[in-house]
């Protein structure tokens, strides 16, 4: 069965509450489409208006992090109740921002990639190499370590549900879009190596995005790459070009 394209956009921290709900209803018309998941993942006080925006129509809201306890002394954190009795169903986890700037390591993108599934979020997982990385030709061994460390315990059944975001760092809002080739092969090397922990079944059900730059004229050819499902978009999510990306076809 073909997988459903995802196209879900990273506001960061952009768009004051006010802000928000007037974006997304510039967007609601735009984003309608029956052919892919749509979200948007925004600040954590823009959760609440941004459900109630989107209530009646195709856009889920996602948080941009949770905390991976249930609750307690953690002062400011967002647990993963708070996010599902708002009424999220998508967080992203271990964006590279939050790695870079939050000292997030393989390992709590690990304890939170379970206990978003404890709650029945769908974790977003962010992984991507810096352009060194990339230079020195350890590209895919980097990406493998990631992964391999993100879904530790983490069961089949719950890994096909998963959604993978490869972004290179490279290519995260500096308007330099990977090439359609780089893009394919990391994200083919992605399936393989969720094969190779899980099985060929789960290779094939989880969805795999590609985040960097992604804008209305490079979708097309990025989408219709074989694994390639759909885009985590950043600046241009906030636009109307998210539109044109949700519309590729
Ligand atoms: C991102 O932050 O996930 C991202 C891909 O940003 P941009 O599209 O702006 O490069």
Excluded at 81 to 102: C, P, W
Excluded at 160 to 183: D, F, L, N, R, S
Aim: charged fraction near 20%; aromatic fraction near 8%.
């Amino acid at each position: 069965m073909a997988r459903r394209k995802i196209i879900a956009g990273n506001w960061k921290m952009n768009m004051t509450p006010s802000e928000a709900v007037a974006l997304i209803e510039k967007l609601k018309p735009l984003v309608a489409t029956e052919n892919a998941d749509v979200v948007f993942c925004v600040p954590a006080i823009d959760i609440i208006p941004a459900v109630e925006a989107v209530k009646g129509t195709n856009i889920g809201i996602g948080a941009e992090n949770m905390y991976f306890e249930e609750k307690g002394a953690y002062t400011g954190e967002i647990s993963p109740a708070m996010l599902t009795d708002a009424g999220v169903k998508y967080v992203i986890i271990g964006h590279s921002e939050r790695r870079e700037y939050f000292a997030e390591t393989d390992e709590t993108v690990n304890k939170k990639v379970l206990k978003a599934f404890e709650h029945g979020l769908t974790p977003i997982i962010c992984c991507g190499e810096s352009l060194t990385q990339r230079e020195q030709g350890i590209t895919i061994d980097w990406i493998r370590q990631q992964i391999k460390i993100a879904f530790l315990n983490v069961t089949a059944e719950q890994a096909g549900k998963a959604v993978i975001a490869y972004e290179p760092i490279w290519a995260i809002g500096t308007g330099k879009v990977a090439t359609t080739e780089q893009a394919q092969e990391v994200c083919a090397a992605i399936r393989a190596c969720i094969a190779e922990i899980y099985d060929d079944a789960t290779a094939a059900a989880i969805r795999i995005q590609y985040g960097g730059s992604v804008s209305a004229a490079s979708a097309p050819e990025l989408f219709a790459q074989a694994d390639i499902d759909g885009g985590l978009v950043g600046g241009a999510s906030l636009k109307e070009d998210f539109g044109a990306i949700v519309n590729w076809q």
